[in-house]
């Protein structure tokens, strides 16, 4: 079976890549959206827990940020420059997983006191959930599509382009 590079990335170098480019941000990301549902309903926006939440958003962040540094210089772009990718689901996948970026760098940023300095701590709170969303969202398409095999999406042909 033909598979993405999404897949073929996570299947390579057992179980590492595995655990580097999946189970590693996934489990932060279920860590800071539980700490977020606790933290939203028992309204204590301070506290061990919150404490606990911004160690993880930071982590997370960064974590990712080095993930995102190292895979698109190394697979994105050779992969778009050499035409190599698996039709257009290659593409989604591969890109929705990079684009996490673009919701735990900010996540991190926030919590680091670097952005949204003068919003109050409800309205962090709401950016932070909406980051974290963010996030699961673009992760869940980029898992959804990169299970998909590329084979009966059509055949490669146009995919130099």
Known sequence: MN???YMSLLADNQPWN?????AIPVIFAETITVTEFIILFTKK??????AFNRVC????GLYFTGVFLYLFPTAFIPLTANGEWHTWVDVVAVSFYLSGVIFLL?????DLGLIARKRSEES???LHFLLISGFLV??????????VNPEIMGGMAGMNH
């Open 3 to 5: 598979m993405t590079h």
């Open 18 to 22: 595995l655990i580097l480019f999946m």
């Open 45 to 50: 926006l301070n506290g061990p827990l919150r």
């Open 106 to 110: 900010p996540l991190a940023l926030l």
């Open 57 to 60: 958003s930071i982590l997370a």
């Open 138 to 147: 673009v992760a869940h398409i980029a898992m959804i599509f990169g299970m």
């Open 124 to 126: 962090k709170l709401k």
